[in-house]
Nanobody, 117 residues
Framework: QVQLVESGGGLVQPGGSLRLSCAASGIIFNIYDMGWYRQAPGKQRELVARITNGGSTNYADSVKGRFTISRDNAKNTVYLQMNSLKPEDTAVYYC???????????WGKGTLVTVSS
C-alpha cells in the first residue's frame, strides 16, 4: 500500500520559516519524481517545486529564491524548506510522487500552512 505522509505544517508569522517533510512508503522511492503542490482556498492546486529521481529541481516563480526542495533516498523522504514566508503562501501543501515510466501519480493528504501575524 502506497502512502505519502506530510508533516511540518503549522502557523508561522510573515518572514518566518517552516520545513515540510513527506515520508513515502510502498514505492521504490528513488525511481520517483517527487513534488510539492499547494491549494489555497478558492484556488486550483498548483505546483510549488519538483525534484526528479536524478535530483534536478524546478520551482514556481512565486517561490524561487525562498523555497528549497530536497530528497533523502535513504530515508524515502522529500523535504520543502520554506523561508521568508508570505501570507500568500497560506495553503494546504500536498506531496506528490510521480513514476515517469508508467505515468503513475500518488498524493498525500496534505498539511496546512498558515502565514499570518
Amino acid at each position: 500500500q502506497v502512502q505519502l505522509v506530510e508533516s511540518g505544517g503549522g502557523l508561522v508569522q510573515p518572514g518566518g520559516s517552516l520545513r515540510l517533510s513527506c515520508a513515502a512508503s510502498g514505492i521504490i522511492f528513488n525511481i520517483y519524481d517527487m513534488g510539492w503542490y499547494r491549494q489555497a482556498p478558492g484556488k486550483q492546486r498548483e505546483l510549488v517545486a519538483r525534484i526528479t529521481n536524478g535530483g534536478s529541481t524546478n520551482y514556481a516563480d512565486s517561490v524561487k529564491g525562498r523555497f528549497t526542495i530536497s530528497r533523502d533516498n535513504a530515508k524515502n523522504t522529500v523535504y520543502l524548506q520554506m523561508n521568508s514566508l508570505k501570507p500568500e503562501d497560506t495553503a494546504v501543501y500536498y506531496c506528490n510522487g510521480y513514476r515517469p515510466s508508467l505515468a503513475i501519480n500518488y498524493w498525500g493528504k496534505g498539511t496546512l500552512v498558515t502565514v499570518s501575524s
